[in-house]
């Protein structure tokens, strides 16, 4: 990842020292979509998120963009309207660090405009680890626990931590000058894993979990049984215990201001207009 890191940020001056290049800061929330959230677009358990990066122009219209992010996303079955999941009583936090090489799309051109709406679509290489308090206080990452049998049941891999998605979104920018910009964008991130909250498919029986992972497994592959009014006993093998037909996604929302870096414009200095403001809405 540090090596990812440190060609994001050398991309501008690698790649052009003769087109505009933008820094941008952005700032929000971050949420997830999956066996623990249900909702697919919600502030209800949403986290914060930041974003540092950098956009070439290729054209007025269309630049390349590269950002760091990270955020932390998390999930709780106290908060599902159904009385299952409420009683299964998982939850999880995970950290995202995400690296992503964009196309960015205005649909005016910001030399002329005060406002445009964008859009933009890409690749990215995120990481996370799901983990977990247990009812004592003690953090736990969830993914050396196997709590579905992952590496120990016929059929059932271990998932990766660090795998690529796809960033889409778009959003509104406004140009407070030529230099500075402003704007909001809401970004989603397609994932090709249903592990994000370590959660997708069937419960282990809790024996062969027992002997192959040890107590601290059961205790948290199932967490029904830690409810006060209503403990639960620890479901059977084969038992579903999420969906493995739907991926989990994960969304940004993020406010947004830009700062053109005038050394790196076409003839080497400022162009003539300074700090003006575009004439036209």
């Known amino acids: 990842m540090k090596k990812s890191f440190f060609v994001l940020f050398m991309f501008p001056a690698i790649v052009s020292s003769a087109q ?14 999956g066996d623990i959230q249900q909702k697919p677009i919600t502030f209800d358990n949403a986290r914060g998120a930041v974003s540092i ?37 998982l939850n999880f936090q995970t950290i995202i660090q995400e690296l992503s090489l964009l196309a960015e ?34 953090k736990n990452y969830l993914i050396g626990l196997r709590t579905e049998g992952e590496g120990i049941l016929p059929g059932v891999k271990e998932y990766k931590t660090k795998q690529f998605n796809i960033p889409v979104g778009g959003g509104i920018k406004y140009a407070l000058s030529d230099d500075i910009r ?13 592990h994000l909250d370590d959660v997708s498919g069937n419960y282990v029986d809790q024996n062969i979990l027992l002997a192959a992972q040890g107590p601290k497994a059961v205790e948290l592959a199932f967490r029904g049984d830690e409810l006060k009014d209503n403990p639960q006993a620890y479901p059977p093998g084969g038992a579903q215990r999420g969906n493995s037909n739907a991926n989990d996604f994960y969304y940004f929302g993020l406010f947004r201001i830009d700062f053109r870096m005038n050394w790196f414009d076409r003839d080497g200095s400022r162009t003539d207009r300074g700090l003006r403001c575009p004439g036209k809405l």
């Open 182 to 194: 402003v704007g909001f964008e809401l970004g989603f991130r397609l994932l090709k894993t249903d």
């Open 20 to 33: 505009q290049v933008r820094l941008h800061l952005m700032g929000g929330f971050a949420n997830y979509n």
């Open 53 to 89: 990066g950098g956009t070439i122009n290729i054209t007025d219209k269309l630049a390349i963009r590269g950002d760091a992010s990270f955020a932390k996303l998390q999930g709780d079955d106290k908060n599902n309207k159904k009385i299952a999941l409420r009683n299964r009583n």
């Open 105 to 138: 799309y205005d649909f005016r051109n910001l030399n002329d405009h005060k406002v445009s709406p964008y859009i933009f679509g890409g690749i990215g290489l995120y990481h996370f680890s799901p983990y977990t308090f247990d009812a004592a206080g003690n």
